[in-house]
């Protein structure tokens, strides 16, 4: 199984700050990575596929970039409603594995 | 539009079966693949099965012993059945969709439903 990791484990970031995300994954995944966003008692909210294309209906501070085995989401400016846990997905190889999530906290 | 809905029994009972039913409107399952992830509270998420628009399946390796996942499509329901429950097993199931044939990013979602193994 293709291994993701994921770091920080959690983070906190003042209003407006920029910040960043990383996935690396055990093997090339070939940027079939998404990063998504959930709040809590929700269900996850899709931000980017394919490594850098944003889902319709996200704000445009939210950017995704890599390949191979390295990943980044990067959020430009922080907003109190950005406040969750963030997951990355490989979606390369069965069985789909998922990063153990990031929780991102307003300073 | 598209529609995911979860039912099931909230309490299982330790070594028993857990039957699931995702369904799902505003699509066709003859077109469209269909995810179960799962996530203990508190924890993370994590890839359950799939059953394709074809009607073949993937599953986690580490559930799979356990694990089946069919569906109705003339009633647009998916079905999850694993055997064995242990208290792991606790976790909010949630059926999910990617948005077009052959992409693996899940777009849609239902509200999940929590599952408890516990006498």
């Known amino acids: 199984d293709i291994q993701m990791t994921q770091s920080p484990p959690s983070l906190s970031a003042s209003l407006g700050e920029t910040v960043s995300i990383e996935c690396r994954a055990s093997?090339?995944?070939?940027?079939?990575l998404a990063w998504y966003q959930q709040k809590s008692g929700k269900s996850p909210q899709l931000l980017i596929y394919?490594?850098?294309s944003l889902q319709d209906g996200v704000p445009s501070r939210f950017s995704g970039s890599g390949s191979g085995t390295q990943y980044s989401l990067k959020i430009s400016g922080m907003q109190p409603e950005d406040e969750g846990v963030y997951y990355c997905?490989?979606?390369?190889?069965?069985?789909?594995?998922f990063g153990a999530g990031t929780k991102l906290e307003l300073k | 539009q598209v529609q995911l809905k979860e039912s099931g029994p909230g309490l299982v009972q330790p070594s028993q079966t857990l039957s699931l039913t995702c369904t799902v409107s505003g699509f066709s399952l003859t077109s469209n693949s269909v995810h179960w992830v799962r996530q203990p509270p508190g924890k993370g998420l994590e890839w359950v099965g799939a059953i394709w628009s074809g009607g073949s399946t993937d599953y986690n390796s580490a559930l799979k012993s356990r694990l089946s996942i069919s569906r109705d499509t003339s009633k647009s329901q998916v079905f999850l059945k694993m055997n064995s429950l242990q208290t792991e097993d606790t976790a909010i199931y949630f059926c999910?969709?990617?948005?077009?044939?052959?992409?693996?990013?899940?777009?849609?979602w239902g509200q999940g439903t929590l599952v408890t193994v516990s006498s």
């Open positions: 997905l490989q979606g390369s190889k069965y069985p789909y594995t």
């Open positions: 999910t969709r990617p948005p077009r044939y052959g992409s693996y990013e899940f777009a849609y």
């Open positions: 394919y490594a850098s």
């Open positions: 093997e090339d995944i070939y940027s079939n």
